[in-house]
């Protein structure tokens, strides 16, 4: 994969373009420096750390531990869309074996056991309305 | 120190409008700021038409060059904008240090001006263009979630107790009640206030979040030498650094360290340069836009550690006059009114000038810490002539 596919939302970085096709693909990729192997995510342009600007999209399984979380008790502007599952949790994870990597995710299922630490494993959910179009992983603690 | 803004510039001139409840200004947004510049140097008793700089942050409208036929304005001679949002304030009073210090302007206007009308929900505004898809994409609308995930960690993983939030809370309250000018002014606050109050997104109830005001704040930075002649007691810069250290800016909390609010490089360098620590401060100006996040810059300024934070950061400590470390003593974003923590800057001046509604006596040092948890944050030292 060598193209990032036009997305709708302009923040951030925006270099994760591959990031969302492989999610639409059913996959779930983080990029790896080909120069050094580091983890380099968010993604970005160049490896700052040895200079490489190619990147190996890596498929990882969707599993890691809560690095954090909050549970929304508001529907915000900007996500109006999940006004409905108010309140939802969303929680953060840090993926395993991809060096601390982090992404974020909506938790479904049980929120009993949820803390931070708690081991948890993504599903990843075709492009919806309440993702604003784009493809996304849910978490449920395992 | 060669090269150190340490101690050569001062703000000699204070000026803000009332805070109006949001969307209720009588005035547009430039004319608001144009009314706060102009106090300001009315304040400091130069003349606005003197003013030949002009520095904001983040996403402030009002350019210098828009305001000068008003200003009558001869020559602008230096205008900039820090990059971030709330977490460029303090900074942008280095910034207007380094200009006059270096000789690019003579008297710099740092301001910073709001309303809603004119700006259209500026909250939605700011945060649209810099919101990462990963955000918004799974339900995380932007400041106030994204300030919770953060908090929540500080909390669970490294121990810092929940009664920091709420004594930050109620000290802001608590001043406010002396300040006629606060949007809390005569509205009670006790813990079945905070506790029955709704949760925004945990660990965050509605009382730990500011919300944002209408109005215009603004300071005039001049050189020491002027400064010694227009006022009795100026506020002498003595550092005021912006920045991010490697690990730390758009990362998508990916930030190590996670738990942070982002100051611990620009706190070192503050501390650095102006040759004090925080064993010296008398008085702290916090910029909160969520409790958690203020008690996180507390710590990342060096006041206590997560685990002395429960034991430092009580109301008892957080007041004036006689507290450990007074916060917020105008009321702070929570409890005065929320111009983007501008409205913490002239605080910070009044309290080495000793004019606050709750004035710390003798009040020599004073520090404001910009927006925490912003890609990049700034602090800002004000001292008097016997710390300068
Ligand atoms: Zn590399």
Redesign the pocket.
């Known amino acids: 994969m060598n193209h990032n596919s036009p997305r709708p939302i302009a923040g951030g970085i925006a270099a994760d373009g591959l990031y969302w096709d492989a999610l639409e693909a059913g996959e779930f990729r983080l990029p790896r ?6 983890w ?1 995510w968010p993604a970005h342009w160049r ?6 600007w190619d990147f190996d999209w890596t498929a990882l399984q969707p599993k890691g531990v809560v690095y954090s979380w909050t549970r929304t008790w508001y529907a915000f502007d900007r996500t109006r869309e999940r006004a409905g599952d108010v309140p939802y949790v969303v929680v953060l994870v840090e993926i395993d074996g991809a060096d601390g990597a982090r992404v974020m995710g909506v938790l479904a299922g049980d929120e009993a056991a949820l803390k931070i630490g708690a081991p948890v494993a993504g599903t990843i959910l075709a492009p919806s309305q309440k993702a604003k179009g784009y493809p996304s992983i849910v978490w449920s603690v395992q | 120190m060669t090269g150190s803004l340490r101690g050569r510039t001062a703000v000699v001139g204070i000026g803000q409008t009332p805070l109006y409840k949001r969307g209720t200004a009588p005035d547009p947004e430039m004319k608001l700021c144009l009314r706060a510049i102009v106090a300001a140097c009315e304040d400091a008793g130069i003349p606005p038409r003197d003013v030949d700089g002009f520095v904001s942050y983040g996403s402030e409208r009002n350019e210098g060059q828009k305001l000068m036929p008003a200003l009558g304005t001869r020559e602008l001679r230096f205008g900039a904008l820090i990059w971030g949002h709330g977490g460029g304030i303090p900074g942008a009073l280095g910034l207007a240090a380094s200009a006059v210090v270096t000789g690019q302007a003579e008297v710099v206007a740092v301001y910073r001006s709001l309303a809603e009308q004119s700006g259209a929900r500026l909250r939605v505004a700011v945060a649209q263009d810099d919101t990462a898809a990963q955000y918004l994409v799974n339900g995380v609308d932007g400041p106030v979630q994204i300030c919770s995930l953060r908090t929540q960690r500080m909390l669970e993983a490294d121990g810092v107790p929940r009664s920091t939030m709420f004594a930050l809370a109620q000290a802001a309250y608590h001043h406010a009640q002396r300040n006629p000018q606060a949007a809390a002014y005569g509205k009670p606050f006790d813990a079945g206030v905070y506790e029955q109050s709704r949760f925004v997104s945990e660990p965050y109830r509605l009382y730990d979040c500011s919300r944002e005001n209408d109005g215009a704040v603004a300071v005039i930075v001049t050189s020491a030498e002027r400064a010694a002649d227009l006022v009795d007691r100026p506020a002498y810069i003595l550092s005021a650094p912006t920045g991010a250290a490697g690990g730390w800016g758009p990362l998508e909390e990916n930030h190590r360290p996670y738990a942070s609010s982002g100051f611990e490089a620009v706190a070192r360098r503050l501390w650095a340069e102006s040759g004090y620590g925080p064993g010296d401060v008398d008085v702290a100006q916090i910029y909160e836009n969520a409790t958690g996040m203020g008690v996180g810059a507390i710590l990342d300024h060096g006041f206590c550690t997560a685990e002395e934070a429960g034991g430092l950061l009580t109301f008892e400590n957080l007041i004036a006059p006689y507290g450990r470390l007074p916060v917020n003593t105008s009321g702070g974003n929570l409890a005065e009114g929320f111009v983007h923590g501008m409205s913490l800057v002239t605080e910070a001046v009044r309290q080495i000038r000793g004019t606050s509604v709750n004035q710390v006596p003798g009040a020599q040092l004073s520090l404001m810490t910009g927006g925490p948890g912003d890609s990049v944050v700034s602090s800002a030292l004000l001292g008097s002539g016997a710390t300068r």
């Open positions: 420096c080909a120069g050094c192997g580091r380099t490896c700052g750390e040895c200079g490489s």
